[in-house]
């Protein structure tokens, strides 16, 4: 570069203020070092000319290349600019000029399955951007997880892993050339449409004049133009001005889906966008391009990554949707905040939108979630690159959709089986290597193998984002949801729910985290009454070997069948199987039945006694409350919901199996000896002195008529037994409730031996 001068381009100034600060060093204490005055510093850091000597002297001393701040030497353009041109009046008659066409094609939206399309303001929700890319950090898997906001698998959502965010807008200004990166469906092109609407409308950057490139209709534009002629031509549709606004810096070039450019046109895009933002360099650039695209270098611009959104981002999006609709927002987000796995899906604006298009039509998710998920992965996989016309490069001809879908469940299963819900680049490309070396006609060259896997999951996350890099060479599913779906479709779809194949998936039936494998397998099976029956022995089988428990099981079937109420004995049992097991992991009182005097104050008559009564002297609420993990009475709320409906009274079947006619009357007899006042410090005081005589009394009348009386003094080893034959019943309901296929019979027959001893059931199979 010749000349004895130069000066910092704006990206320059911008690195140079960084170094400055990673330095620790101001201004003035910049200048002391190099021993110059401040003015030529000063100079430096507003763009200014200064002496070629100092200005590389300051770039050694802050640790820049010169190189690659300095300011490219005028243009021709630039050098004969004309300056007795009135460029503002000029920029404000462009954008009257193109208002109109901005406003038509970006003030609107419409993805999937939108029956018409919506007005991007009333619809689009800021966005965050991550200065940092995701999968460049060097991070390991343990970090990865140390990230992750709960290691309690119910709340373990990887889609959480936080970094810095800074709003979308404010990246724009912080950064002149801007290539912003993100998965399919996470809101780039929203986001520049957003750019453009907010520069037209005079609220963001008003002195330039927005110009929106769809790089893919560029490239196929006939004649193959330039990007000035196309801009001229096409986008301003033509004025002749627009080269004076890009002359003088007054453009704001929005460039949209780099990936989307077919690899026949790819060098010759690339080269052109890079002669176009050397040759106007002082305009504002922002480019956007899907992670894991072809390896695209632009030197002066910045990479950012668009961030997921947070629960403010879904809530706001959704409180956009639904309003003027039938369906409130509110409940939309009741739901999902009830729905952990449906919540994470949200975080991508893609599959927010599908979320709620599903929940409008019928004001709640889908029973059967496994169907929802599936459409989720639809739009991923097939809809949302077709619907606009985007035919990608398919770098690996034989993968067809349905097998990409079985090579995601082999890698799916293999890596839930062994709890790494993070795993290597070096593992994945194994798993694809070993899935397509079983292709027709596949390679069987080593080295062809692993350059093909290698191409193969880059693919997978460029295309699709089911995969996604997490850090340098480490992968994830890009939601627990999927990870989890592809590992059910794994044992239903690609094991065609073989008998060994549902024995594998049973054999995880106390384990938590496979709940939801569970749900979803049950509701894409075509029938899930295989599944169900050996679930059903796989449950009965957990305590089939313990004496005791079996008793204990037997005591509850005898008192069920002892009572005579209008439920069902399946809930009677449930009841009495419950209170046999009261205490057993607590340290409270064994009579946790004495909760049900909340329900006795027909008897009492009197509110305030039975609340006296359970926290002076049995056992403290709130903490019994908080111990979600007590056997409690949430079975029999389950069962009875099951087969009694959704209209099940859980109150009332307590209360009437709680108060059976000889304890009615005993308890009655037992009212009459308490203080009848309504002076409520007379009655504490005789409550003091006559309160273990009394509750002595009613202990007794519940032993007597509720024969509860047998502490069945379990060991630890059989707690645990029944905690997880507890658990797996309960997760057995929410299989049969899940909107699953299952035939009358089945239905029938496992309704029949829920929590009946393996004796009982041996003879019930023997009678029939």
Not at 580 to 602: D, E, P
Not at 674 to 681: G, P, V
Request: net charge neutral; with cysteine; aromatic share 10%.
């Amino acid at each position: 570069m010749s000349g004895r001068s130069l000066s910092c381009s704006p990206e320059g100034i911008q690195k140079a203020k960084r170094a400055l600060i990673r330095c620790s060093l101001t201004q003035k204490a910049l200048a002391e070092d190099l021993e110059v005055t401040r003015q030529p510093i000063g100079k430096f850091f507003t763009g200014k000319p200064v002496d070629r000597n100092l200005f590389v002297q300051i770039c050694d001393r802050l640790d820049l290349e010169w190189e690659e701040i300095v300011a490219e030497p005028a243009s021709e353009l630039e050098a004969n600019l004309d300056n007795s041109i009135d460029i503002d009046a000029i920029v404000q008659g462009v954008r009257e000029k193109i208002k109109p066409i901005i406003q038509q094609r970006c003030g609107t939206m419409r993805v999937l399955d939108m029956t018409q399309p919506i007005g991007l303001n009333d619809i689009y929700t800021s966005v965050n951007i991550l200065d940092k890319i995701t999968g460049q950090r060097r991070l390991g898997i343990d970090e990865l997880l140390q990230q992750c906001k709960s290691q309690d698998f119910d709340f373990f959502g990887l889609n959480r892993i936080t970094e810095k965010r800074l709003p979308g807008l404010e990246a724009v200004e912080k950064y002149s050339k801007l290539m912003i990166l993100g998965k399919p469906g996470a809101g780039k092109t929203t986001f520049l449409k957003y750019l453009a609407i907010q520069c037209i409308g005079g609220e963001f950057q008003a002195e330039r004049v927005p110009i929106f490139v769809t790089l893919k209709n560029f490239a196929e534009t006939e004649n193959k133009p330039g990007l000035l002629q196309h801009i001229t031509e096409e986008t301003i549709n033509p004025i002749s001005s627009i080269q004076d606004v890009l002359t003088y810096g007054k453009a704001l070039v929005l460039l949209d889906g780099l990936d989307e450019v077919r690899e026949e046109d790819s060098n010759r895009v690339l080269k052109e966008i890079r002669e176009f933002s050397d040759r106007y360099p002082k305009n504002q650039f922002v480019m956007t391009c899907r992670i894991a695209a072809r390896e695209y270098t632009f030197e002066k611009f910045t990479e950012v990554e668009v961030a997921d959104f947070d629960d403010d981002q879904i809530s706001n999006f959704a409180n956009n949707w639904f309003k003027k609709k039938a369906v409130k927002p509110e409940t939309f987000i009741k739901r999902l905040e009830e729905n952990s796995r449906i919540k994470e899906l949200a975080a991508s604006p893609l599959l927010l939108t599908l979320l709620c298009l599903a929940f409008e039509e019928s004001g709640d998710f889908p029973a059967n979630r496994s169907e929802l998920y599936k459409e989720g992965l639809d739009a991923l996989l097939k809809k949302w690159d077709a619907k606009r016309g985007i035919q990608r490069d398919q770098i690996y001809k034989k993968l067809s959709v349905q097998r990409k879908e079985d090579l995601l469940s082999k890698i799916a299963l293999t890596t839930f089986e062994g709890s790494e819900y993070f795993f290597k680049q070096k593992v994945a490309e194994q798993y694809i290597t070993e899935y397509i070396r079983n292709l027709p006609d596949a390679n069987t060259d080593e080295e062809a193998l692993q350059v093909d896997s290698e191409q193969v999951l880059r693919s997978i996350e460029h295309h699709h984002g089911l995969v996604v890099a997490r850090a340098k060479r480490i992968y994830s599913f890009s939601h627990l949801t999927f990870h989890e779906y592809f590992t059910a479709r794994e044992f239903v779809v690609v094991r065609q729910s073989s008998e060994e194949a549902l024995q594998n998936l049973v054999s995880h039936i106390t384990e938590k985290r496979w709940r939801e494998v569970f749900l979803l397998a049950v509701g894409m099976s075509p029938s899930a009454d295989r599944l169900l029956i050996f679930f059903k022995d796989k449950i009965d089988a957990i305590v089939a070997e313990d004496e005791k428990i079996q008793q204990l099981l037997m005591w509850s079937s005898e008192k069920s069948v002892s009572v005579d109420v209008r439920y069902k004995k399946v809930i009677t049992r449930a009841f009495y199987f419950a209170f046999a097991t009261r205490g057993q992991k607590m340290n409270s009182s064994s009579y946790q039945v004495l909760r049900l005097v909340f329900l006795y104050r027909v008897i009492f008559n009197n509110l305030s006694i039975a609340q006296n009564f359970i926290h002076e002297n049995f056992i403290n609420i709130d903490k019994y409350e908080q111990d979600k993990d007590d056997i409690d009475l949430s079975l029999i709320k389950s069962i009875g919901s099951y087969v009694e409906g959704d209209d099940f009274e859980y109150d009332c079947c307590i209360a009437a199996l709680a108060i059976a006619p000889k304890t009615k009357q005993a308890l009655l007899a037992l009212r009459k000896k308490l203080l009848t006042t309504s002076n409520k410090e007379l009655f504490q005081k005789w409550w003091q002195a006559n309160r273990l005589s009394w509750t002595e009394q009613f202990k007794a009348v519940m032993i007597q008529y509720h024969n509860i009386a047998p502490e069945w003094q379990l060991s630890v080893q059989q707690k645990e037994l029944l905690q997880q034959y507890y658990y797996a019943n309960q997760l057995l309901i929410s299989c049969l409730n899940s909107d699953c296929y299952v035939s009358l019979k089945v239905r029938q027959e496992i309704e029949y031996t829920l929590l009946l001893p393996i004796a009982e059931i041996k003879q019930r199979q023997q009678q029939r």
